[in-house]
T-cell receptor
Framework: DAGVIQSPRHEVTEMGQEVTLRCKPISGHDYLFWYRQTMMRGLELLIYFNNNVPIDDSGMPEDRFSAKMPNASFSTLKIQPSEPRDSAVYFC?????????????FGQGTRLTVV | GESVGLHLPTLSVQEGDNSIINCAYSNSASDYFIWYKQESGKGPQFIIDIRSNMDKRQGQRVTVLLNKTVKHLSLQIAATQPGDSAVYFCAENGRFTGNTDKLIFGTGTRLQVFP
């Protein structure tokens, strides 16, 4: 398996534009997590899904952020409209609940810069 | 404007020495703990895990110790190598007690290995 795949790796956009980040989890994993990493706040959990269903979105900063998981192999995190303070590295991770432990495997991240 | 970032604790060790990285976790209900390593420009990578019914677990060159009484976790790296230079995160999860599926990360410790 190629691991968790995120796209794009880098995104530069202007304030006010819509940004869509994409994630393909590891095949067979039933949990998917979206994290944001900044110097100010470290690694924050935004939202996670179990079997494509959002379980906890309490970490989503505000209504400008939304996430979907239409099927087991794809998820998106959308920011509309984007703001400079959204600049961060966004990570997607997946895990398999029935494995020896719920360790999550991370993608390489998307570095978002909003100017 | 001025930005204030997280002040990551830094551990500097000489190549060949042993390293000990510490972590205090917050939730007494957490029953599963994981150490992750994050190299520059990459996503966090699983190193080793431990369940709350254990107080020690060993891997290849790494050992994790868990002290539930004081909610403390440590990662020991034997014979530290330059390739061990990274930021190390501990993460906690309460899935096995049905409390939560969340994986919550600590702020991280930067390990610097010098020759």
């Amino acid at each position: 398996d190629a691991g968790v795949i995120q796209s794009p790796r880098h995104e530069v956009t202007e304030m006010g534009q819509e940004v869509t980040l994409r994630c393909k989890p590891i095949s067979g994993h039933d949990y998917l997590f979206w994290y944001r990493q900044t110097m100010m706040r470290g690694l924050e959990l935004l939202i996670y899904f179990n079997n494509n269903v959002p379980i906890d979105d309490s970490g989503m900063p505000e209504d400008r952020f939304s996430a979907k998981m239409p099927n087991a192999s794809f998820s998106t995190l959308k920011i509309q409209p984007s703001e400079p303070r959204d600049s961060a590295v966004y990570f997607c991770a997946s895990s398999f609940s029935a494995a020896g432990g719920p360790e999550a495997f991370f993608g390489q991240g998307t570095r978002l810069t909003v100017v | 404007g001025e930005s204030v970032g997280l002040h990551l604790p830094t551990l500097s060790v000489q190549e060949g020495d042993n390293s000990i990285i510490n972590c205090a976790y917050s939730n007494s209900a957490s029953d599963y703990f994981i150490w992750y390593k994050q190299e520059s420009g990459k996503g966090p990578q699983f190193i080793i895990d431990i369940r709350s019914n254990m107080d020690k677990r060993q891997g290849q060159r790494v050992t994790v110790l868990l002290n539930k009484t004081v909610k403390h976790l440590s990662l020991q790296i034997a014979a530290t190598q330059p390739g061990d230079s990274a930021v190390y995160f501990c993460a906690e999860n309460g899935r096995f007690t049905g409390n939560t599926d969340k994986l919550i990360f600590g702020t991280g410790t930067r390990l610097q290995v010098f020759p």
